[in-house]
């Protein structure tokens, strides 16, 4: 199966043209998309010796010169095309590496036509460049796994003191980890987002701000920041969660540039999940616009609990939902007052609505619109690198001040927070073998009361750490 030329063209008029085809280069994969002028029948499959890729489309032919795809930092190392039986178009990419190849046909929608999606998998391959450390991966699974048995408790009617003094366990060394933020630009790929008057997309100017939000968090004692994306390329809304899981992330915030009809409108937005819909029309329309970026992306799958019955799925999910999204609230007012602070705001409260990316139960989460890039000044705004610099600045500033209030019991921030406490007569600091149960017992309070009002995830206790004691 050899093709000496680049492209011959066909004899006779074929059925479908290919417009043009689009390469996305991903940590874990490529995406290839065929613009098509109309649906056709394809076939995709691989060989070895040496690696190739061969898609076979029925009655097609190139509109376009393939000479200008460019494969860039990915497993393509150049395509070929010919014509098979006639009035076929086969397309060979010649790879570098092993991959596993999934496709499917996508109908027109928004600015695109038909479109023929193949993925090329890296096997092996994780999502991220900088996977999160293995100790602290650990420590929040401990944290997690804790909070999660006591949510089930509670949604079970069962005793949340004996959840609790199931794992009770002697304090452990106190880890001083970081708080792990997940920066999710939106948008990438063959999904541009809002496009400005001047032709910005969204999708660029979301990621320049994703980048600078990350460095600054990063930068600061005490928190790690990572990128669910850090090129052009597009991640599935449920992927975006689903990698702030995997990564461990205390917190998951999106970043986005608003869009509407109308020239107008101007100023930051912040939103948090609402279970039961939005709080304005606006809130409820944004989110049907944000989650219709799958139908361009593609298909992405749900949480999975079936292992739950039906009526504890709710309860656990309510329960589990109406702390993140507190938690997420609290935050988001943090952010607000930052942003009002460089920018006019479009929203004077957070608002709520129905994102997909938002979703994740256990991880808090916010969705910041930076600015409306279908406004010509405001598009120009967001286009300078100064701008972005002090939109990134106040997102993170509002996440750190957040967690400065409220710093997870295994972090450096409440290690640091409890070296100027442990004085005061409602105050305990943790010494070498305390247990919770022995804690709680020695101060007259039960387990849950204490928990509770240390604002613990876990029921893991850290030596010099300081606990405020509640009155019995």
Not at 87 to 92: E, N, P, S
Not at 94 to 123: A, M, S, W
Not at 298 to 309: A, C, H, P, W
Request: hydrophobic content about 40%; aromatic content about 6%; charged content about 30%.
């Amino acid at each position: 199966m050899v093709f000496a030329i680049c492209h011959v063209a066909p004899a006779q008029a074929a059925d479908v043209d290919v417009d043009n085809i689009r390469l996305w280069a991903a940590p874990d994969h490529v995406r290839v998309v065929f613009d098509l002028s109309d649906e056709v029948d394809s076939s995709v499959f691989k060989l070895d010796d040496p690696r190739r890729l061969v898609v076979d489309l029925k009655d097609t032919q190139l509109a376009f010169d393939p000479d200008g795809v460019d494969p860039e930092d990915s497993a393509i190392e150049a395509l070929r095309t010919g014509r098979r039986n006639g009035d076929d178009l086969r397309v060979v990419f010649d790879l570098n590496r092993k991959i596993e190849p999934h496709h499917f046909l996508l109908p027109p929608t928004d600015q695109y036509g038909y479109r023929l999606v193949v993925d090329l998998d890296y096997p092996g391959e994780g999502a991220l460049d900088e996977p999160v450390d293995p100790i602290a991966a650990m420590i929040r699974d401990q944290e997690m796994d804790a909070e999660r048995e006591l949510r089930q408790a509670e949604a079970e009617g069962a005793s949340p003191s004996a959840a609790l003094a199931k794992r009770d366990s002697q304090a452990k060394p106190h880890p001083k980890r970081d708080i792990i933020v997940a920066v999710d630009p939106g948008h990438g790929g063959e999904d541009p987002g809002a496009i400005g008057p001047s032709g910005t997309y969204e999708k660029d100017v979301v990621l320049a701000i994703a980048r600078k939000v990350k460095a600054y968090i990063s930068a600061t004692s005490g928190f790690k920041a990572f990128l669910t994306r850090d090129s052009d390329y597009y991640v599935g809304l449920r992927k975006r969660t689903l990698l702030a899981r995997e990564q461990k992330a205390d917190f998951f915030v999106s970043v986005h540039a608003d869009a509407v009809k109308s020239r107008g409108p101007t100023g930051s937005s912040v939103y948090a999940l609402s279970k039961n819909g939005a709080t304005s029309e606006s809130a409820r329309w944004l989110a049907e616009s944000e989650n219709r970026s799958d139908l361009i992306g593609g298909v992405d799958g749900n949480l999975d609990l079936s292992d739950k019955d039906e009526v504890l799925r709710g309860v656990l999910l309510d329960l589990t939902m109406t702390a993140t999204m507190n938690e997420s609230l609290s935050t988001g007012g943090q952010v607000l007052d930052k942003l009002g602070r460089i920018n006019r705001l479009h929203r004077s409260q957070v608002e709520q609505a129905g994102f997909v990316v938002l979703k994740s139960p256990d991880i808090p989460s916010l969705l910041i619109e930076t600015g409306f890039i279908s406004n010509p000044g405001e598009e120009k705004k967001l286009r300078s690198s100064a701008f972005q610099e002090k939109i990134a600045d106040a997102i993170g500033d509002g996440i750190i001040a957040h967690f400065r209030r409220h710093p997870p019991p295994s972090s450096l921030l409440a290690w640091q927070r409890d070296q100027g406490r442990g004085e005061e007569p409602d105050e305990y600091r943790v010494q070498k073998g305390d247990t919770l149960s022995q804690v709680a017992a020695r101060h007259d309070v039960t387990m849950l009361a204490l928990k509770q009002a240390n604002d613990l995830s876990g029921d893991i206790l850290r030596v010099g750490q300081v606990l405020k004691i509640p009155h019995s």
